[in-house]
């Protein structure tokens, strides 16, 4: 495949999305009274911060994400979902404004393009491409591109792949272990159910220990989700893995024209 900075934006013809999720009618009714119990909890309407909570709640997949990262517990779904309504309140992901993580975006240690063969968005992560000293908005850039990722998923899916490639990450450019239990707190209490794989690469053994010591900040589900250097041809389209890591994809990263690709593809939405 020649070189290209264009950024893919669907899965690959005859990709067919999965998982589907269907319930049962004990199920059903489960998620319509959460649906419910969210809704008491919704900020007044002369809020300038409400359209944002509806819009949110009101997505096909919020819901029922709360009730199986649960398994299916009613006040173990009412205490996450009121959770992070108060997270969503303060942090406010959809009204981060492009310019304020662009510096950060300028290396290209976030990318979003492509799909696996099930219909995730990748978010490709080199942490051996970080160009600014750690700060707050390190992890606003950070939930930026969850929510660029989620706008980018195939009607019916749910969640995205990670590919983290360490390939010419340092110690000095590898996140503190401070930080990313920070990040996993974010993937974990308020994007539930929304980590489809994580992968990890070139992994020196150097960098052991920083596993070691984000361990106990990973729930059991994250953990079961996480691969270490597997066979990336089974899991994404030759066409779509990046020619970095043995696809067919030769992206050029430019930042300006891949900025100008993201930002034009938010606004259609």
Known sequence: MPSTTAVFTQPEVGTIVKPVHAYSEEQAAKIEALREYADSLLLPPSDPYY???????????????????????????ERRIKSTLEWRREFKPE?????????????????????????????????????????????????????RAKDMMPPGQESVVIIVDYKTTTLRTNPSISVASKVLT??????????????????????????????????????????????????VPRSQLDADLGGDYEFDFDFETYWKQIIEFDLTL
Request: hydrophobic share 40%.
């Open 186 to 235: 974010i993937l974990q209490q308020h994007y539930v159910e929304t980590l489809g794989r994580a992968i990890v690469t070139n992994l020196p053994l150097l960098l052991n220990f920083f596993y070691k010591g984000i361990a106990p900040f990973l729930d059991p589900v994250t953990r079961d989700k996480m691969r270490f250097n597997p066979d990336l041809f089974e899991l």
């Open 51 to 77: 359209k944002w909570e509806v819009r949110w709640l009101r997505k096909p997949d919020t819901i029922p994400r709360y009730m199986r990262a649960t398994k299916w517990k009613m006040v173990d779904a």
């Open 95 to 147: 009204l981060i404004p492009p310019d304020e993580v662009k510096v950060e975006c300028e290396t290209g240690k976030i990318i979003l393009t492509g799909f696996d063969k099930d219909g995730r968005p990748i978010l490709y992560m080199r942490p051996g491409r970080e160009n600014t000293e750690r700060s707050p908005r390190q992890l606003r850039h950070l939930v930026w591109w969850l929510e």
